[in-house]
T-cell receptor, first 115, second 114 residues
Framework: GEEVAQTPKHLVRGEGQKAKLYCAPI?????VFWYQQVLKNEFKFLIS????????ETGMPKERFSAKCLPNSPCSLEIQATKLEDSAVYFC?????????????FGPGTRLTVL | AQSVTQLGSHVSVSEGALVLLRCNYS??????LFWYVQYPNQGLQLLLK??????LVKGINGFEAEFKKSETSFHLTKPSAHMSDAAEYFC????????????FGQGTELSVKP
């Protein structure tokens, strides 16, 4: 597709429940990035993929967060045992080649609320 | 480590006035810099980017930014604000050798008064 698609738009979970977010990158883009936006600002990089391979996971809280990009499937970001501080908007972005000069195209985000 | 700092979390201008949103970078290697805009409840949209070609970069919606190495700045400007420019603006840097990820500034909210 021509746009990055993210589902669901909103997700509400009780503390301790699992949350799973999905992202379909733009067709032909090899790189996928996940960012977390807390409190309307503060974008934090979480993880990036080159096709189905993890490229950079330095931003991932490893204990509860995991992510995958499998062939012919949307990419996913999963949070096991959600905590209140996981409440945020999670954005997915894709780019063609992962080079520093590449434009990243962002999806509309998934708003996760943990109660 | 490369980073960007946006001065002013909130800027208010009158319609028709000059828009100036400030971004300073910290980098020991030539930086690649971006300005994105976020409208309410939406994702980020690229306004413009600096990738070491021309220092004056023109973007969409009448915005432009000038890369000034001596001042380590990449400020965003628009000569005449429109009501539709009201949004959150983010400056970002793509760090060297880190696969194209973006490091964002704190954001500046632009309000436009009629």
């Amino acid at each position: 597709g021509e746009e990055v698609a993210q589902t669901p738009k909103h997700l509400v979970r009780g503390e301790g429940q699992k949350a799973k977010l999905y992202c379909a990158p733009i067709k032909g883009h090899s790189y996928v990035f996940w960012y977390q936006q807390v409190l309307k600002n503060e974008f934090k990089f979480l993880i990036s993929f080159q096709n189905e391979n993890v490229f950079d996971e330095t931003g991932m809280p490893k204990e509860r967060f995991s992510a995958k990009c499998l062939p012919n499937s949307p990419c996913s970001l999963e949070i096991q045992a959600t905590k209140l501080e996981d409440s945020a908007v999670y954005f997915c972005a894709s780019s063609q080649s992962g080079q520093r000069t590449d434009t990243q195209y962002f999806g509309p985000g998934t708003r996760l609320t943990v109660l | 480590a490369q980073s960007v700092t946006q001065l002013g979390s909130h800027v208010s201008v009158s319609e028709g006035a000059l828009v100036l949103l400030r971004c300073n970078y910290s980098s020991s290697v030539p930086p690649y810099l971006f300005w994105y805009v976020q409208y309410p409840n939406q994702g980020l949209q690229l306004l413009l980017k600096y990738t070491s070609a021309a220092t004056l970069v023109k973007g969409i919606n009448g915005f432009e930014a000038e890369f000034k190495k001596s001042e380590t700045s990449f400020h965003l400007t628009k000569p005449s604000a429109h009501m539709s420019d009201a949004a959150e603006y983010f400056c970002a840097v793509s760090p060297y050798n880190q696969g194209g990820k973006l490091i964002f500034g704190q954001g500046t909210e632009l309000s436009v008064k009629p």
